[in-house]
């Protein structure tokens, strides 16, 4: 039996820089000590936390170096010579406010050609070095109701996808899920848990991503309001989401619903997240972010903030006179970016639906997923295809493709000719099979004493030392006071 272990946890991009580095040897990399021992004394050494349990293993992979092995790395960074780096940085083409201008730049996920090496390196980035760092993903889902098929095929498979080639912080944006007003807070206690063990069980993995409540690093909260200032009301009121909500609620509307974009936009923007793995209904936010940056940038970045201070460098370290704030890019999956309804093909599965039959929630048991499924929505066409005027076949194949991993042809030649009565019921059997294991880890995760809030506080220690840099960087462009004690030399 392996026991449930919460390893010291060296962060993905500093076992990469280590590895780069020692395979470099000579070849003009230099390394340098960077990481302050604050910071390392934010990576706990190797800690198991309860009793044993068997299959999480493989989901909470250790590595095998030993503690003070990892220790010693921790101190460590690669450095390579300006000269031998591009100076491309994904904010330097997109930085225009203009809303005229705005294009869909979120790109799907099949037509990503870049590396996830990112040479713009916000933290720490000197005049004569720049580090190349992994790119940075930051993404959250919000703790209310029950995360579904669309949340979970939409955004947090990604998260276990990209967490292996990139610096990942995922939060569960309990902040966003009091948007809607008269929340019941042990619910909302309840759904926090919930969603950051369902990320866990799903893959996502402590030793490569920082899992965290957005509610736990107070900068996101400060940066919106920051950012509020720069965001024009008519922004905020054109988007969709805004609206169909606020047409539901009629004249409750808070203004923490119209805020909700602003917010979001806080959250990547305080962890320079180059790519944010959403569903397609997040697409226009994200957008909205990519506005907010470029115009924070003009307003407040550049030559601005270089004239800034009597110091070269920001509180951050870093040097001023570029762009404060990095302007990211969606990752949106080709297939389950936006995964429908089961009694309504044309509309999107959705946790505020009514309809408890109109999505499969990750934690449904098999039983419940049979009925649901038995009772979906059909047509009255025999065979099964991808067809577009044929909404409920589509999605329900797409969703037999995204839980065996079969390309579509496949699924074709599997299901094709099957009838209604034949595929409802391969289709419970692969949904139920693709859940079962999310579903073991979820009950093994929640019967940790402990291990969650060790997860998440681990979590909350590395996320507030990018949050809090970033903010300290926003506060010296728009001109903020120092405090004194906090940073002695400016
Ligand atoms: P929310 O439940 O609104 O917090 O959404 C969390 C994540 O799930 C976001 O990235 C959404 O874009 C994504 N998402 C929500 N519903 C769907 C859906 N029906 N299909 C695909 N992705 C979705
Ligand atoms: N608005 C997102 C949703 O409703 C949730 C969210 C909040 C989010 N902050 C985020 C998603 C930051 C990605 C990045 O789904």
Redesign the pocket.
Known sequence: MQSLTLRATLHHHQRRALLKASRRGGKGGRTMVVVSSSMASSFPSSRTTGPSKSSSSSFFPSSSIGVSQRRALLTKATFYPKSSSSSSSSSSSSSSSSSAARKVSARAESSSSSSSLSTFAPEAETSTTRRTRLKRVL????P?GS??L??Y????KNYVKLQDEHDAYYCV?DL?AITAGGHSPKELEESTRKSAAIYLAAGVSPDKASVFVQSHVAAHSELCWLLNCVSPIGWLEKMIQFKEKARKQGEDVSVGLLDYPVLMAADILLYNADLV??????RQHLELTRDIAGRFNNLYGGNKWKKRGKNEKSPSGRYRGKDVLIVPEAFTPKS?????SLTDGSA????SNPAEGSRINVLDSPDVIAQKIKRCKTDAVEGMSYDDERPEAKNLLTMYELCTGMSREEVLNECASMRWGEFKPALTEVVVNHLKPIQERYEEIMSEEGYLDSVLEQGAVRANEVAEKTCADVRDAMGFVHRKSRYPSM
């Open positions: 993404s959250g889902v919000q209310t995360i579904h669309g949340n095929f939409g955004a947090i944006v966003h793995p959403v569903g397609e209904d997040q389950g970016g936006r995964v429908m999107k599965m959705s946790k």
